[in-house]
């Protein structure tokens, strides 16, 4: 079974992963540049996302994930 998560739990899980990756100055420095909120979230997502899959997507986590281990 799939569980799609609310928009606050995946912005409260990116806030956590950018905290365990960057100094805490960096991370709202960048929430800033980011505007979030503001702005087309369906345009930019599909921008973004234009030439990815589920499929791809996952991929690119998992090697992600690999690699963070190593580190």
């Given at each position: 079974?799939?569980?799609v ?18 100094e ?19 345009k ?11 499929a ?14 190593e580190?």
């Amino acid at each position: 079974m799939i569980q799609v998560k609310s928009e606050q739990q995946v912005l409260q899980e990116g806030l956590q992963v950018l905290l365990s990756n960057m100094e805490p100055s960096k991370v709202a420095r960048f929430w800033a540049a980011c505007n979030i909120g503001k702005g087309d979230y369906l345009k930019l997502k599909d921008e973004l996302f234009a030439q990815e899959s589920v499929a791809s997507l996952y991929s690119k986590i998992v090697e992600f994930q690999a690699l963070k281990r190593e580190v």
